[in-house]
């Protein structure tokens, strides 16, 4: 089994300051992780995604996410916010292998930016 | 850039009535899923498929049905539609196996209000 956690349902932040979205998982084998964004009234969109490889993953809008085995963590980060980044952000894992691979979704954190 | 595309954004239905919605992707994805959105809960899988006339449960599929009948498009029923029901539905796709990691392709959802 595994599960997803987002432990922020809200973070509120101004703009052009910083932002880290925390995203935990488990699971008991090897797994894909993907942070996905969610704009008002809108379907969700890849942000980014760690596959293998460098553990640093930069997606699309400025975002990155660093990959932490030891810490079963995928924090989602951004040097400096706009208000066009207000938009609810989620976290998921698919394992690697083994038939078919489910995707599993954490909460949601929705990012407020402050002008 | 693939599509997917649901064919209502909104909806409002009365109890018991039955409520199809309909879901078509244009890039010969061999699975298709249902997911359901409720504040605090972030995605749930409701039913997906893996290929034509095929189709599996997810975590939460009382009270819904599917189909697929054509690889590009998969139907959500719901056979008797219940308050409980009302929430945001998401289409999405992927790719299967190897030739993807699952990465899923996100429709607009369909907002569904159940009086």
């Known amino acids: 089994a595994q599960s997803v956690t987002q432990l922020d349902s809200q973070v509120p932040v101004f703009e052009e300051a910083p932002v880290e979205l925390r995203c935990n998982y488990s699971?008991?084998?090897?797994?894909?992780l993907f942070w996905y964004v969610q704009y008002p009234n809108q379907g969700l969109q890849l942000l980014l995604k760690?596959?293998?490889?460098?553990?640093l993953v930069k997606g699309i809008n400025g975002f990155e996410a660093e990959f932490n085995k030891s810490q079963t963590s995928f924090h989602l980060r951004k040097p400096s916010v706009h208000i066009s980044d207000t938009a609810e952000y989620f976290c998921a894992v698919r394992r690697r292998s083994g038939g078919y691979q489910k995707v599993t979704f954490g909460t949601g954190t929705k990012l407020q930016v402050i002008p | 850039d693939v599509k997917v595309t649901q064919s209502s954004r909104y909806l409002v239905k009365r109890t018991g009535e039955k409520v199809f919605l309909e879901c078509v992707q244009d890039m010969d994805h061999e699975n298709m899923f249902w997911y359901r959105q409720d504040p605090g809960l972030g995605l749930r899988l409701i039913y997906f498929?893996?290929?034509?006339?095929?189709?599996e449960k997810g975590d939460i599929p009382e009270g819904y049905s599917v189909s697929r009948e054509k690889k590009e498009r998969f139907s959500l029923i719901l056979e008797s539609a219940s308050t409980n029901q009302t929430s945001m539905y998401l289409c999405a796709s992927s790719l299967w196996g190897t030739s993807g990691t699952g990465e899923l392709f996100f429709g607009e959802g369909s907002r569904l209000t159940v009086l």
């Open positions: 699971s008991s084998v090897s797994v894909y």
């Open positions: 498929s893996y290929d034509v006339k095929m189709k």
């Open positions: 760690y596959l293998s490889g460098s553990t």
